[in-house]
């Protein structure tokens, strides 16, 4: 997942409109790719 789709995911996540799982669908990817991405932008290395 690219940095501009992580953006766009953690945008629709904070919405609070769409659920894990569409965030997923629409990216093409798992879950558990969004929550990765999700726990890294709030907890950076």
Not at 11 to 20: H, L
Not at 28 to 44: E, F, K, Q
């Amino acid at each position: 997942m690219t940095a501009t789709k992580a953006c766009q995911a953690r945008a629709m996540y904070d919405e609070k409109t769409y659920t894990v799982q569409q965030i997923a669908d629409t990216f093409g990817v798992s879950g558990g790719t969004i929550y990765r991405h999700l726990i890294h932008d709030a907890h950076p290395a």
